[in-house]
């Protein structure tokens, strides 16, 4: 898609788009929870430092052209960017938050690709079930480990392959608010 195109096309209300160095473009529906269960778990991260190396919808590069920009993103401390991003082997956890309409992406496909690119922990955070789903040990195919967490069930520490530990505290994480009279 040229430039020309792109500043006179209109994209949906309600939807982030990316736009690929390969000329993909890429929309994500954008919702309350969804923004909010992104800032809660940015401000859960605040615990491994000010300046903590944390993305949200940044792009950090994969083989294969599968370049990924995750809901959230825990990178080494000592990670550096080549170019002008970070690498999937300096990722140290990717959390995507379920939306309805990812949520076959987010159980399936990212579990799929994250495990086989060796990232140690993926969190599948969805709002809409009140669930968080730690994979842990990333396989050629996916995780081995697969560990379910209610909302409202306290704090989870969740070991870092650095040493650290991010604690996701189960009990801020937002949910979705029902929806009321139509304006």
Known sequence: MSVEAIMHTEF???YTVFFGADG?????PQSLEHSSTIRSMQIDTLALGRHAKVTSDVYIDFPADENSAP???ILREDAEKQGKRYSFE????????????SARKDYDDCTAKYGRYGIP????V???AAEVVVHTRPTG???IAAHTHQYGTGKLPIDLADGRTFTLDLDELPRPE?????R
């Open 12 to 14: 949906p209300e309600g």
């Open 24 to 28: 993909k473009v890429i929309m994500t």
């Open 71 to 73: 809901d959230l993103a």
């Open 90 to 101: 300096d990722v140290l956890l990717i959390a995507e938050v379920v939306s309805v309409s």
């Open 121 to 124: 922990v993926y969190l599948v």
């Open 126 to 128: 969805d709002p809409y």
């Open 141 to 143: 195919t996916g995780y």
């Open 178 to 182: 029902p929806e009321t009279g139509v």
